[in-house]
T-cell receptor
Framework: DAKTTQPNSMESNEEEPVHLPCNHSTISGTDYIHWYRQLPSQGPEYVIHGLTSNVNNRMASLAIAEDRKSSTLILHRATLRDAAVYYCILGTGNQFYFGTGTSLTVIP | EPEVTQTPSHQVTQMGQEVILRCVPISNHLYFYWYRQILGQKVEFLVSFYNNEISEKSEIFDDQFSVERPDGSNFTLKIRSTKLEDSAMYFC????????????????FGEGSRLTVL
C-alpha cells in the first residue's frame, strides 16, 4: 500500500485556519489523494479528494504540490466540531489503507 | 441524506462463537467494504466486495472471516469462531465508484458495530 506521512498531532485556535500536511513521496501517477476524518466515537467521514489540481468543497480545501509528493488539507476556520483525527490516504485499487493520521485539537 | 446503517451497535460474545455483523449500504452503491478498528489503534482494511465477489482482502481477512450479500440490501461480515483479538469496532462502508483508475471513490462509513469477545 502506498504510504503517507503525517504529523501525529496539531493544535489550532478556534476560528483560525488550519493547514494539515501530508507527505506521499511514493505516489504513483494514478493515485488519488483522499482525506478522511474521524470524530471521537464515530466512523470515518469523507472530507475531500483530488488528483492534481487544488480542490475546494464546503468542508475544506486541498492543495496539492506540483510534483504531487505532498498535499495540504486546509480548514479555513476551525471550529470545535473539527476536532478529529485526519487521515491522508492514497487511493490505490479497490481499498483505502488508513495510517495513524493527525489528531487535531481545537482550542477555544 | 442517505447513510450506511449497521447492526448491532454492540455485541458481546464468548470466544469461539460465531458472529454476524450486518450492514445496509446506501441503495445505489455498488462497492462495499469492511474495516475494523481495535481500541486506540488505526482503522484497518479487511475486505472489499463488488459484483457479488471479493475484490480485495487484507492479511487480516483469513479463513475465519467471510462476507456475503444475501439479498439486494444487506451486506454481512461473519466471523466463524471469534478470538479475543477480534474485539474491535467494525465499520462497513459503501461507495458508488472506486478510484481504481476509473474515477474517484468516496466511501460512506456506518457508525460501526462494537464487538467484544470474552
Amino acid at each position: 500500500d502506498a504510504k503517507t506521512t503525517q504529523p501525529n498531532s496539531m493544535e489550532s485556535n478556534e476560528e483560525e485556519p488550519v493547514h494539515l500536511p501530508c507527505n506521499h513521496s511514493t505516489i504513483s501517477g494514478t493515485d488519488y489523494i483522499h482525506w478522511y476524518r474521524q470524530l471521537p466515537s464515530q466512523g470515518p467521514e469523507y472530507v475531500i479528494h483530488g488528483l492534481t489540481s487544488n480542490v475546494n468543497n464546503r468542508m475544506a480545501s486541498l492543495a496539492i504540490a506540483e510534483d504531487r509528493k505532498s498535499s495540504t488539507l486546509i480548514l479555513h476556520r476551525a471550529t470545535l466540531r473539527d476536532a478529529a483525527v485526519y487521515y491522508c490516504i492514497l487511493g490505490t485499487g479497490n481499498q483505502f489503507y488508513f495510517g495513524t493520521g493527525t489528531s487535531l485539537t481545537v482550542i477555544p | 441524506e442517505p447513510e450506511v446503517t449497521q447492526t448491532p451497535s454492540h455485541q458481546v460474545t464468548q470466544m469461539g462463537q460465531e458472529v454476524i455483523l450486518r450492514c445496509v449500504p446506501i441503495s445505489n452503491h455498488l462497492y462495499f467494504y469492511w474495516y475494523r478498528q481495535i481500541l486506540g489503534q488505526k482503522v484497518e482494511f479487511l475486505v472489499s466486495f463488488y459484483n457479488n465477489e471479493i475484490s480485495e482482502k487484507s492479511e487480516i481477512f483469513d479463513d475465519q472471516f467471510s462476507v456475503e450479500r444475501p439479498d439486494g440490501s444487506n451486506f454481512t461480515l461473519k466471523i466463524r469462531s471469534t478470538k479475543l483479538e477480534d474485539s474491535a469496532m467494525y465499520f462497513c462502508a459503501s461507495s458508488a465508484k472506486t478510484s481504481y483508475g476509473q474515477g474517484t471513490g468516496e466511501l460512506f462509513f456506518g457508525e460501526g458495530s462494537r464487538l467484544t469477545v470474552l
